[in-house]
């Protein structure tokens, strides 16, 4: 079946650019959701197909997707920005399918 | 705006059967655009997606649950529900109700606020 692969961690400094990315065979044929999740706390949507901000998240999120590498980028990190993020995809077999998730904490 | 509010009992004995209802307001189960389904989470862990339901009863379950999983939709009261057979410590985890767009490749844009099973006798 089809993998997901995240880092566990990574950090940024406050007001600086933080990238998560996602990792999948040939990930950039298929649309990447990607969802925040803080403690306690159900995840919520902010990128969907690709590149897509749902109304209310802020631009300072964006999405990319090609190759084999999705990437989510947080510009100008902020302290509420830490979290846990989850990349998903949908499969012919599993349906959906998500990432193990990255945690991001901003210094 | 649609709200999902997840229901049942918290703590349910091993090998007995996990049920749970999901109530949806601000929106009809039986309009047609969105998969409900549900979600799990284990403390400290990451998600897993369990199986969806349109409201016509059609289902997709995930493979390495089916044989213990059956999810139904009840259109009158709006509410779709989860049962899952047979658990063990392994299915202890919080419980998400959600709602997908039936779209091909298909994201989650409603999230219940998610309730804990825990699996102890």
């Known amino acids: 079946s089809y993998e997901l692969t995240q880092a566990l961690s990574v950090s940024v400094a406050l007001g600086q650019t933080a990238r998560i990315t996602c990792g999948g065979n040939?990930?950039?044929?298929?649309?990447v959701h990607w969802y925040q999740q803080k403690p306690g706390q159900a995840p919520v949507l902010v990128i969907y197909s690709d590149y897509n901000r749902p109304s209310g998240i802020p631009e300072r999120f964006s999405g990319s997707n090609s190759g084999n590498t999705a990437t989510l980028t947080i510009s100008r990190a902020q302290a509420g920005d830490e979290a846990d993020y989850y990349c998903?995809?949908?499969?012919?077999?599993?349906?959906?399918?998500f990432g193990g998730g990255t945690k991001l904490t901003v210094l | 705006q649609v709200q999902l509010q997840e229901s049942g009992p918290g703590l349910v004995k091993p090998s007995q059967t996990l049920s749970l209802t999901c109530t949806v307001s601000?929106?009809?189960?039986?309009?047609?655009?969105?998969?409900w389904s549900w979600i799990r989470q284990p403390p400290g862990k990451g998600l897993e997606w369990i199986g969806y339901?349109?409201?016509?009863?059609?289902?997709y379950y995930n493979p390495s649950l089916k044989s213990r999983l059956t999810i139904s939709v009840d259109t009158s009261k709006n509410q779709f529900s989860l049962k899952l057979s047979s658990v063990t410590a392994a299915d202890t985890a919080v419980y998400y109700c959600v709602r997908a767009p039936t779209l091909v490749a298909t994201y989650i844009d409603y999230w219940g606020q998610g309730t804990l099973v825990t699996v102890s006798s």
């Open positions: 601000g929106g009809s189960i039986s309009s047609g655009d969105y998969y």
């Open positions: 339901i349109y409201y016509t009863g059609s289902t």
């Open positions: 998903q995809v949908w499969d012919s077999y599993t349906h959906v399918i």
């Open positions: 040939n990930i950039g044929s298929k649309n």
